[in-house]
């Protein structure tokens, strides 16, 4: 009998998938870390470096800097826990990620959601303790 071993190696690639079939060419942001150029249905993803942000002024990777808040604001994670992390400067409306002392950008909930840290996903202000939700704690 045979045996085998299957090795798994995770690395940190980001695969972007975007539909960019029936949309206009351009420019589309895929949060703060990354973006999606479409041309003729077809979509290429785009990540930036750890040092800089997507600024949609200029359509490409930027000093966090030139960049308006949220995505412009780097967070400083060495003191917290790997987790989601609600932006409270921005009421809720989007969180950031820290892992291993390094931030790793804000994501955005959808229209009208906010950040329930707990659960860790979006969800309506009416079901989310506060300071992001209506609910007391």
């Known amino acids: 009998m045979i045996n085998f071993v299957f090795l798994l ?15 206009p060419d351009g420019v589309y942001d895929a949060g703060c870390k990354s973006f999606i150029k479409c041309e003729d249905g077809k979509g290429e993803g785009f990540e930036c470096d750890e040092h800089t942000v997507y600024n949609a002024v200029i359509q490409a990777c930027d000093d966090p800097k030139n960049v308006a808040a949220p995505c412009g604001n780097m967070i400083n994670c060495s003191d917290k826990p790997d987790g989601h992390y609600p932006d409270l400067d921005q009421r809720c409306h989007s969180y950031y990620t820290c892992n291993g002392g390094s931030f790793f950008g804000h994501n955005f909930c959808p229209t009208g959601l906010v950040y329930h840290q707990e659960i860790e996903v979006c969800d309506y202000p009416h079901s989310v303790p506060k300071p992001c939700g209506l609910l007391d704690p």
């Open 9 to 23: 190696v995770c690395l940190p690639i980001t695969v972007l998938t975007f539909e960019c079939e029936n949309k």
